[in-house]
């Protein structure tokens, strides 16, 4: 055996084993809280007395509530408990039948408390405790048997067991069933149903919180698509779009095109200014006549390179006429250019060919780009 | 009663469960975000497809008053009223004008897509191939005139030849065209 038994709170103080199997008045029960236990007594978590799978499900049923006494939790973390009352029961139940087992821890020379427990088809019907003289006690047979015939009176034709930790009695009506009930005691750490409780409270709220925040996290996400399908639903009866049957991509890039087109600043716009800022820079140079003056003015071929390419049009060119001087016809262009210079804001020069003589007239041909200058 | 190791255990369960939830609640939080974004884009599209279309009304305004229909448009006669010389103060000799070309306006940026518009090209054949010619009583009527018809939104001109040497002062509109919509 590597338990002690334990069931008088003097004798915890001393106690030192890691193991112990506690009865007697350490430890208080009643079916359903019937009777409540002397102040200080600590619950414990209640035991079944119905033998179904079911009954453990049910929330409802008849449970055997326990409670231990205070002192006995200064053993908590040094020691190793199981209840009697907890293995009698667990015996009781699987057996068959009517029967009774009385159990408990016994004194040798003080008084102390057997448990009586009697069963029914399986159920645990009644439950209460006689106190007992001390097993050297003369008086111990007779209380003893008034134990049993206590039994047998309330119960007739019942079998009664006597279990370990209480020696045999001897009883002609009952029958010893020595230590049957406490194998494999289920030694547990001791705890308060406080505590237990507590214990669920910090995973509780851990889980509560993961729960709020997948809720939250699904809640904000669904509202933000709903919202969005919402503004859909409303976009889509915008009358312009109704009226379009849809959305025209075509027709909006027809009429940028058309806009961009309207509003292109367009060479032919200035025609009329240019010329007339040409005519302006001639009109007052003596004995200048104009012949002829082309907006944008012709592009010459490249001929030096002889290819094709056009050069970039001048702005403008001209030609005008003037009466053939007794001078050079490059000193009279250089003049000219110089007096229309002088007179305008374009800058000017001379084209290819730059003049030919007609009759008494000199022509020349001239290029030139307009605000240039 | 639950034992320290079952403790650590239930706590421990709770932990993970609880870390799971918050990961698919953030996942699916994400999905619908991303839906909702996704569906966000397809109104503000609308949006500004619908903003665009009514901004278009001015242009479709513009377009009507800058280009005339091309069913006004049934001989050379109705297409020589269109342009109405006469009203800028311009002579042209009606009777030698003819048409040189007609082709279809397309897209500045895509060149295949039409833009809706006829190009009508003419000239004053018989005495210059590739110009109309308009007079007028003097250089600034003419002028004058050749500005008023040239920033016309319908009239296309390539180049402006004011000829200083004849008895009345006399213009060259080169690569002369009228557009019509179609």
Redesign the interface.
């Known amino acids: 055996m590597d338990y002690q038994c334990l069931s008088a709170s003097e004798d915890i103080e001393a106690f030192s084993e890691k193991k112990a199997l506690v009865g007697g008045n350490l430890v208080f029960f009643s079916i359903n809280r019937e009777q409540t236990p002397p102040q200080g007594y600590v619950e414990q978590q209640s035991l079944n007395i119905q033998r179904t799978f079911t009954s453990r499900l049910r929330k409802k049923t008849d449970k055997l509530h326990v409670w231990l006494h205070p002192t006995l939790l200064t053993l908590k973390g040094k020691c190793k408990i199981a209840l009697t009352i907890e293995v009698y029961l667990k015996w009781g139940l699987k057996r068959e039948g009517l029967h009774a087992l009385i159990g408990g821890v016994e004194d040798k020379s003080k008084n102390f408390l057997v448990d009586v427990l009697i069963f029914n088809k399986n159920k645990l019907v009644a439950i209460y405790d006689r106190e007992l003289p001390g097993r050297e006690s003369k008086r111990f047979e007779s209380a003893a048997q008034s134990v049993c015939e206590e039994i047998t009176r309330s119960y007739p034709g019942i079998d009664i067991n006597i279990s370990s930790p209480l020696s045999d009695w001897g009883q002609n009506n009952c029958d010893y069933i020595d230590g049957a009930p406490l194998t494999n005691l289920p030694f547990k750490n001791l705890i308060t149903l406080n505590s237990q409780k507590k214990d669920f409270i910090v995973p509780g709220l851990i889980s509560f919180a993961g729960v709020c925040l997948f809720g939250g996290f699904t809640w904000h996400g669904w509202q933000a698509y709903s919202d969005a399908l919402h503004q859909y639903e409303i976009t889509k009866q915008n009358p312009v779009i109704l009226q379009q049957g849809g959305v025209d991509s075509y027709y909006i890039n027809v009429m940028t095109q058309r806009r961009l087109m309207m509003e292109e600043v367009r060479k032919q716009d200035k025609f009329s200014s240019d010329i007339r800022q040409v005519l302006d820079g001639i009109r007052g140079i003596q004995d200048v006549h104009v012949v002829e003056v082309r907006v944008p003015g012709k592009a010459l071929a490249d001929q030096h390179s002889g290819s094709s390419e056009k050069q970039t049009e001048p702005d403008v060119s001209l030609s005008i006429s003037t009466p053939k001087k007794n001078q050079s016809s490059v000193d009279q262009l250089k003049e000219i250019i110089t007096n229309i210079s002088s007179n305008s804001r374009y800058t000017i020069r001379s084209a290819n060919p730059a003049w030919k003589d007609e009759n008494d007239q000199r022509i020349f041909f001239l290029e030139g780009d307009l605000n240039g200058k | 009663?639950?034992?320290?190791n079952n403790?650590t255990l239930?706590?421990i369960?709770?932990?993970v469960?609880?870390?799971?939830?918050?990961f698919?609640?953030?996942k699916?939080?994400?999905?619908?975000?991303s839906?909702?974004?996704a569906?966000?884009e397809?109104?503000e599209?609308?949006?500004r497809?619908?903003q665009?279309?009514?901004a278009?009304e001015d242009?479709?305004k513009?377009?009507e008053s800058?280009f005339e229909p091309e069913s006004k448009v049934k001989h050379i006669s109705g297409l020589y009223d269109l342009i109405g010389f006469m009203k800028y103060g311009l002579q042209n000799d009606k009777d030698s004008i003819s048409l040189s070309g007609l082709s279809q306006v397309m897209?500045?940026?895509?060149k295949d897509?039409p833009?809706?518009l006829t190009k009508i090209c003419m000239t004053n054949g018989s005495l210059d191939s590739t110009a109309v010619i308009v007079g007028a009583d003097n250089?600034s009527q003419l002028?004058?005139g050749?500005?008023k018809i040239?920033?016309r939104?319908d009239?296309?001109?390539?180049?402006?030849?004011?000829?200083?040497?004849k008895n009345v002062p006399i213009a060259r509109l080169g690569g002369f065209c009228i557009q019509v919509r179609n």
């Open positions: 009663m639950a034992s320290e403790k239930i706590t369960t709770a932990v469960l609880s870390g799971m939830l918050c698919y609640g953030w699916l939080h994400a999905v619908f975000i839906k909702a974004n569906q966000l397809v109104v599209s609308l949006n497809w619908s665009q279309y009514l278009m242009v479709k513009n377009w800058n897209q500045q940026t895509q897509m833009l809706g250089y002028l004058n050749i500005e040239a920033n939104k009239i296309i001109i390539d180049n402006v030849t004011i000829q200083g040497d």
